[in-house]
T-cell receptor, first 116, second 112 residues
Framework: GAGVSQSPSNKVTEKGKDVELRCDPI?????LYWYRQSLGQGLEFLIY????????KSGLPSDRFSAERTGGSVSTLTIQRTQQEDSAVYLC??????????????FGPGTRLTVL | GNSVTQMEGPVTLSEEAFLTINCTYT??????LFWYVQYPGEGLQLLLK?????DKGSNKGFEATYRKETTSFHLEKGSVQVSDSAVYFC???????????FGKGTRLSVIA
């Protein structure tokens, strides 16, 4: 079946602009994760959605970052007033969760964000 | 908090050489352990996983054994190929449905 998809694949923006990154998880997966991959910091967790529970936002680096998940499926990560240090590859992953136990996280191809 | 430490790269090997990439972890409880691989220009893919002590994950000739006593999950392959050139990430998850904690990654280059 279809894997996790993300759009756009590349995004170049000017400092101070807002950007939206989209993630379509695997159908039926109840858990959705956002991570960031950058040269200096490696792979960092940003935010986690599971079913109808309140999201775990503990990894968001600042209040300029926010995310929502509509209808338990598609998610959008929004970065307001982008800064050059936001340049990174933003990865989305999804997994199936049953009985409190999760399965493997499957990753999308990522969105490469460049802030000029 | 939880953390993963893996050997620094880059690692350069000749084809058919033996590969070991060390990974140790710190966690409360009994985490699930993973190796992910990122081939050039591609996304992260699960290579193998183990969910409890003494489990061995294996895939594509790679193996890793969950060692609770040494808190390790070292990746091994008996004979590497040029096509194995990639960045390898060790990771853990507390219960399997919590965010992954990744090591910094090890870049492997295999030369013919």
């Amino acid at each position: 079946g279809a894997g996790v998809s993300q759009s756009p694949s590349n995004k170049v923006t000017e400092k101070g602009k807002d950007v939206e990154l989209r993630c379509d998880p695997i159908s039926g997966h109840t858990a959705l994760y956002w991570y960031r991959q950058s040269l200096g910091q490696g792979l960092e967790f940003l935010i986690y959605f599971q079913g109808n529970s309140a999201p775990d936002k503990s990894g968001l680096p600042s209040d300029r970052f926010s995310a929502e998940r509509t209808g338990g499926s598609v998610s959008t990560l929004t970065i307001q007033r982008t800064q050059q240090e936001d340049s990174a590859v933003y990865l989305c992953a999804s997994s199936f969760v049953a009985g409190g136990q999760g399965d493997t996280q499957y990753f999308g191809p990522g969105t490469r964000l460049t802030v000029l | 908090g939880n953390s993963v430490t893996q050997m620094e790269g880059p690692v350069t090997l000749s084809e058919e050489a033996f590969l070991t990439i060390n990974c140790t972890y710190t966690a409360t409880g009994y985490p699930s352990l993973f190796w992910y691989v990122q081939y050039p220009g591609e996304g992260l893919q699960l290579l193998l996983k183990a969910t409890k002590a003494d489990d061995k994950g294996s895939n594509k000739g790679f193996e890793a054994t969950y060692r609770k006593e040494t808190t390790s999950f070292h990746l091994e392959k008996g004979s590497v190929q040029v096509s194995d050139s990639a960045v390898y990430f060790c990771a853990l998850s507390d219960t399997g449905n919590t965010p992954l904690v990744f090591g910094k990654g090890t870049r492997l280059s295999v030369i013919a």
